[in-house]
C-alpha cells in the first residue's frame, strides 16, 4: 500500500475486546508503546525462544501490523503495528508525560483474565517445584503502583498477592508474589489462555524431581 492507502487504512481499523486485554497484558508486561504525536504503535520484541510467542501476538494483532516478524541480529524476534489513534488511549493510561511506565487506577476494570494471561507469559514464573506460589517481575512499576495491581487481583479474582523485593540486595525493585495459597485460584485464570510453550510454568505441570 502506498502512503496514502496506509491512512485510509488506520482510519478504519478498531481494537477488538480481546486485542485490548493482549495490549494490557503486553504493556503490564514487555510491550512498549511508543508515542507519535497523536498517534502510537505498540513494539514487540522477544528472544529467539520465544518466537512462537511473537508470532502468536503477530497473528492476534494482524490488522494493525503491515510486515510479519523478523529477526534482529540472531538474537531476537520483533514486529511493531502501525502508528494508530485507538493505541493513543493505552498510552494515556499505562504513560506518564516524561514516557515512563505507570498502572492507571482503572486497572482493575482491564486485568481481565486474557490480559493477566499475557503478563504473566511476559515476566511470570512459578517460584520453585517444591513451593506452589508465583511471582510477576514487574520492575517498570513503583512499590506504590503495584499496590493498584494487588487490589485489582482481591477485588476481581479474590486473589491475596504481595509485593517483594526483586533480590535480597536490590532497592526500590519489586515483584508481585502469589502464594501458594492463592496459586489454584490463580492458575484457573491463567490456564486456559497459556501458550503450550508456557505450560511449563504451572505448578501442576512442572516435571517432579
Known amino acids: 500500500m502506498n502512503s496514502r492507502e496506509i491512512e485510509e487504512y488506520k482510519k478504519k481499523l478498531k481494537i477488538s475486546k480481546r486485542q485490548k486485554d493482549i495490549i494490557v497484558g503486553l504493556i503490564l508486561g514487555d510491550g512498549h508503546l511508543e508515542q507519535q504525536g497523536q498517534f502510537s504503535r505498540l513494539k514487540v520484541e522477544y528472544s529467539l525462544s520465544s518466537k512462537d510467542y511473537v508470532q ?4 492476534e494483532l ?28 493505552f498510552r494515556d493510561q499505562f504513560y506518564d508525560e516524561r514516557g515512563k511506565k505507570r498502572i492507571p487506577k482503572t486497572i482493575t476494570k482491564m486485568l481481565n483474565p486474557l490480559a493477566v494471561a ?9 517460584k520453585s517445584k517444591k513451593h506452589k ?20 487481583l482481591k477485588e476481581r479474582y479474590g486473589i491475596d498477592a504481595r509485593i517483594h523485593l526483586q533480590g535480597k540486595y536490590e532497592k526500590n525493585r519489586w515483584r508481585i508474589y502469589i502464594p501458594g495459597s492463592s496459586a489454584d485460584s490463580f ?18 505441570k512442572m516435571p517432579k524431581e
Open 133 to 152: 506460589g508465583y511471582s510477576i517481575h514487574t520492575l517498570d512499576f513503583k512499590k506504590k503502583e503495584l499496590n493498584l495491581l494487588l487490589n485489582a
Open 56 to 59: 502468536w501476538l503477530y497473528e
Open 187 to 204: 492458575e484457573k485464570i491463567i490456564s486456559p489462555y497459556l501458550l503450550p510453550s508456557f505450560r511449563y510454568k504451572l505448578a501442576n
Open 118 to 126: 499475557v503478563w504473566f507469559m511476559d515476566d511470570g514464573s512459578i
Open 62 to 89: 494482524k490488522p494493525f501490523v503491515l510486515s510479519p516478524p523478523k529477526e534482529k541480529r540472531s538474537s531476537s524476534y520483533y514486529f511493531q503495528t502501525l502508528s494508530v489513534r485507538n493505541l493513543k488511549f
